[in-house]
């Protein structure tokens, strides 16, 4: 693979991050050279050390200005009662009335029946303890309910469900924390132990994600697996055997997130991988500007993936990413900055 | 939730509020208060020419506490959990890495023999404040937690046979537990856990019972951080003593608040850590008796704590180098010796002596709130509570009741177990508030938390 490092093709068509925030999640060329090519205008330039976003994005103002929702996942692409709700709490200036509102919205939550306050169901990294429980309706949209013994959360899980219930799986799994900023209360986005809200949008997304994983495989309607789950109840066993299934279908890494998820689903998909790891290690680049401030940022920013697959065979290290890369495409333009890539066939390994 | 931070306006029209609140409950207890602090040493005379409690006084060595947060003065109640430190250990820190930083011990040239007579300086201060007989019975840790494991790795893993019996109460911070688990699956000891008797402390002759002839540790607090209670260390001493066992005091939160007298106690082990006491974090110590010390095997290896060192064997140092390899916090340790230095200033009788009032104003203006359930004994003659009070309102989560009062009036308490499961579990709760006081704190702050309290639950009870 002849790179033509013309001059002119190297600076119209490379976009740097002007921090310096380089080379870590490189992946393991033995070369180290910028990798170009011409290029097709729908696609960007792919150096393999950094994925480089559409827009330099700045760092995340503090304030809770609705201008800045440039930054910001945009309010569209929510689901439409959260928009509402969203709009409704902007409008609401003074601080104290936001927890009114808050308080009124955890008032109105629709009890959650205690058979349902499962460990499964129970948000971790909570100094209050909150459950979240999802299940489809008969439109395959994810139906949510929750509770929490204090009053604050359960505001904000009331926001969640009054927003989330009754969409579709894939519109749920885009949304991001980011509306929290402008809901103008103003939370700790930092995915830290203690963050609740963050977590809990999290469980809502895995929970919803698991739903659609486990119809598609046809595993008996996931409606009725949760309800003969609670009937047998109390014995410990049946609630960790859907935990197993969800488990081996859904991941085998512990805190993979939505799009940790997707990811993997992709490549599984379009790869046939004998062998496939997705490590989000996002924590380790959490400091970036870049990181705080990108759209759909959900702190999963920075993967390793490693692939072992036949689908590498004959192609050199350059084009197997490319294919990796172009399987990701979606997720790189919403907000993946960079992968680190291991690609085998199985003969190699 | 930790995480909610909401950004509210300032409530300026608190303060009035507070006065006249203030007025109506203390105009008695601000009397009182005004003999007692006259008698302490020159006493600024204010314009209305009211001496000045130790608590104002003391404030003036802590710039963080004048500030604001969330659009109101700082009210900081949560000393239990980390201190304040005063501009003297802050000096005492900078002055260290401005002038003289140095790795300690082995070194020949003069900075490091500065910084290991600093260090060593440091160490006798400790020894003096708990009134060590020597001060090569303080050990330097990281802080008490890992004092307790040094404790329970190096004397427990080669002292406890299967069968042999850990009292511990069921109160204990969960430093005084874990470890103790971990060492007892090792070596099959077995745990027995005092409970609390109707005062809410733990039953002292339930304590009594359970000491024979198999009992080789007893691992106690010296002052609950959530009970506020105080256990009779020198008596619990005596009965274990005699029957060879031996005691454990953790007194994090008694050598910060009150003279502590380790020969008195006769304790055979004793750990505290400096952040709570105007220190800074990263340096804590433990106390053990020469003899106790001087038969226990090392608990970290490596450079400092030993002797010679070959391929495949070394021999170590002789205590407290022995347990404290690697290079030490040598500016945290010197910054807890110039807190030593200032709490000795102010006289450590003294503060209790502050500290107690102040705890009686806190508990029985606290237990005057409507709904208030405080945890641990009501103080009276006999029993004196430390300056902090757990408690829960009803129908209320501690955390929403922390995050309201740190938003909307800028006071900071702690929400959660405070590191004491069991005891909640006990309690029947999941989780309390905790407001906890030091000798920078005064009245006016008690004060200033009741009225943000009733403001509080007022606001969350309109939504019943």
Redo the contacts between chains.
Sequence with gaps: MAASMSSSCYLSSLRLIPFNRTFFSSVNPPSKNLILRPIPSFLRTIVTFLKIPTVIVSPLSASSSPSSSVDLQPIEELPPKLQEIVKLFQSVQEPKAKYEQLLFYGKNLKPLDSRFKTRENKVEGCVSQVWVRAFFDEERNVVYEADSDSVLTKGLAALLVNGLSGRPVTEILRVTPDFAVLLGLQQSLTPSRNNGFLNMLKLMQKKALSLEVKAEEGTSESTTDEASVVEVDLESKPPSVVEVEESESVSNVVALGSRGMRIREKLEKELNPVELEVEDVSYQHAGHAAVRGSAGADGETHFNLRVVSDAFQGKSLVKRHRMVYDLLQEELQSGLHALSIVAKTPAEV | ?????????SFKSLAPTAISVASTFSIRRSLSFARRSSSLSAATITADSEPVSLGHRARKDFRILHQEVNGSKLVYLDSAATSQKPAAVLEALQNYYEFYNSNVHRGIHYLSAKATDEFELARKKVARFINASDSREIVFTRNATEAINLVAYSWGLSNLKPGDEVILTVAEHHSCIVPWQIVSQKTGAVLKFVTLNEDEVPDIDMLREMISEKTKLVAVHHVSNVLASSLPIEEIVVWAHEVGAKVLVDACQSVPHMVVDVQKLNADFLVASSHKMCGPTGIGFLYGKSDLLLAMPPFLGGGEMISDVFLDHSTYAEPPSRFEAGTPAIGEAIALGAACDYLSDIGMPKIHEYEVELAKYLYETLASVPDVRIYGPRPSESVQRAALCSFNVEG??P??LA??LD??HGVAIR??HHCAQPLHRYLGV??SARASLYFYNTKEDVDSFIVALADTVS??NS?K
Excluded: R, Y
Excluded at chain 2, 1 to 9: D, I, R, T
């Design positions: 939730m930790e995480g909610v931070a909401m950004k509210l306006p209320l989560h955390t929403d995050t309201f938003q909307q929400s959660g999941n989780a606001f969350f939504f």
